[in-house]
């Protein structure tokens, strides 16, 4: 492969850890780099930086907050590195500081790490102690000091010193594992017990590579080889030219996720339209065939023809239907002499019952002629008439045609205008009418 990761030791490269008040994601940009200016006495002008940002609840103070780990180094290291590279023939594709590099291995390969506890790392070489401090997977704070072995306990490891740094910044000591991974851990590890007063394991790296690691640079080369493996350690990266970042990729992920689900959505509604119109179809052709024999009518002719014959055949439909369900005058008249009061006489009485197909206007008439005559006088006479007007409006057998319909007029009688020596009217001539529309 041609493609190569650059892990920058510290004296290269600046590795920072600090906390901030907790706020919205939309102010990391401006807020984080203003914030690491108070840590890093850089021009940041001249550099380039990259850094993870961590939540995580405050006990003390009972507040969120974000945990930073910041990485800067110089431009110029970065374009040598570039332009060195590329006259070898080879592929830059990641700058990163070597705190990552070596946690990156450490997490790969140790088995007994548990993730939620913080973890320090303590390497020993001939002349210095290496201790790279962990949070939840990442590398928080790296330091290095000058030992001697012949000094033993009294050698000065400052580990409990850089717990106490990071304790202040979360308000609690996370650190619950502490490992030597040294050959000589068994020489090393009570020196550690005694500075950080806690039960420290041996752990030899060299075990699981078959050979000595000598220091972190060589575990920062092996463990910058694992960036695009092992995934679980932050991506913090000072470079990212030649490969697209994190946010780029879930971008273009989520682009194609909705472009497959708009053109899901578009293959379920084509489906639909042709299933839909493939069961109109044939419900047409059901309709079409049924009809058959009713439609052959209407061929050949235009709206405004169909229109026409349409109202012609309803107007039949009118005539048959009032040529075979006339008024029943049989009914009524059977029931009239039931209805007319004893002081009332007909004289006379006619129906008319239209049977023209032309006009479906004409009223059906019932028109009843007589006298009333109570010999109490016109009062009685005209309430009479009126108790047998209001009679008709609600007989049951003269619904059809009276309800509502029933009119009465009076005259006197004419030609006997007395019955005995106080000249008293005879009585009180009435037509009542009964008019109702044909349907």
């Known amino acids: ?34 914030q690491a200016r108070k840590y890093i006495h850089y021009p940041f002008e001249h550099g380039v930086y990259d850094y993870y940002v961590y939540p995580f609840f405050a006990n003390l103070s009972k507040t969120k907050r974000l945990g930073i780990v910041f990485s800067l180094t110089s431009k110029r290291i970065v374009n040598l590195l570039e332009s060195g590279f590329k006259s070898l023939g080879l592929n830059l594709i990641s700058v990163e500081t070597s705190p990552f590099s070596i946690y990156r291995l450490f997490s790969q390969t140790d088995k007994e790490n548990v993730q939620e506890k913080g973890c320090i790392y303590s390497n020993f070489t001939e002349t210095n102690g290496q201790f790279l401090f962990a949070i939840n997977n990442v590398p928080v704070l790296m330091r290095e000091v000058e030992i001697q072995r012949s000094l033993g306990l009294r ?27 040294s050959d000589d851990g068994d020489f090393w590890a009570p020196i550690v017990e005694n500075d950080v007063k806690r039960n420290v394991r041996i752990w030899k790296i060299s075990d699981i590579f078959g050979f000595k690691v000598e220091g972190f640079a060589e575990i920062a080369a092996i463990g910058a080889c694992l960036k695009f493996i092992n995934t679980k350690v932050p991506d913090v990266d000072l470079y990212k030219r030649n490969r697209s970042s994190e946010e780029e990729i879930r971008g273009t992920l ?32 059901a309709q079409q065939s049924s009809s058959a024999g009713r439609v052959t009518d209407f061929r050949g002719l235009s709206s405004e023809q169909i229109e026409n014959k349409v109202s012609a055949m309803s107007s039949d439909v009118k005539t048959l239907s009032t040529l075979m369900h006339p008024v029943s005058y049989t009914e009524k008249l059977s029931a009239l002499p039931g209805l007319l009061p004893d002081d009332m006489w007909l004289s006379s009485l006619s129906i008319n019952y ?45 619904a059809d045609i009276c309800k509502g319909q029933a009119k009465i007029d009076y005259a006197f009688a004419e030609g006997e205008k007395t019955i005995s020596k106080k000249d008293l009217v005879v009585g009180m001539k009435f037509t009542l009418r009964c008019e109702k529309e044909s349907e």
């Open 1 to 34: 492969s041609k493609n190569v990761i650059v892990s920058l030791a510290p004296n290269f490269a600046i590795h920072r850890h600090f906390v901030i008040q907790d706020m919205p994601r939309k102010y990391w940009k401006q807020a984080i780099p203003l």
């Open 155 to 181: 050698n000065r490891l400052e580990i409990n010193n850089s717990m106490d740094f990071i304790s202040k910044q979360l308000e609690k000591n996370p650190f619950e594992d502490i490992a030597v991974i």
């Open 254 to 285: 989520t682009i194609w996720k909705l472009a497959a689900m708009i053109f899901g959505l578009f293959l379920l509604w084509t489906c639909y339209v042709q299933v839909s119109t493939f069961l109109i179809g044939a419900k047409l052709k």
């Open 354 to 398: 239209p049977y023209s197909t032309k006009s479906f206007k004409e009223k059906n008439n019932l028109s009843l002629a007589g006298v009333v005559s109570s010999l109490k006088g016109t009062e009685k006479d005209l309430a009479i008439g009126n108790a047998f007007r209001i009679i008709m409006d609600n007989a049951p057998k003269m």
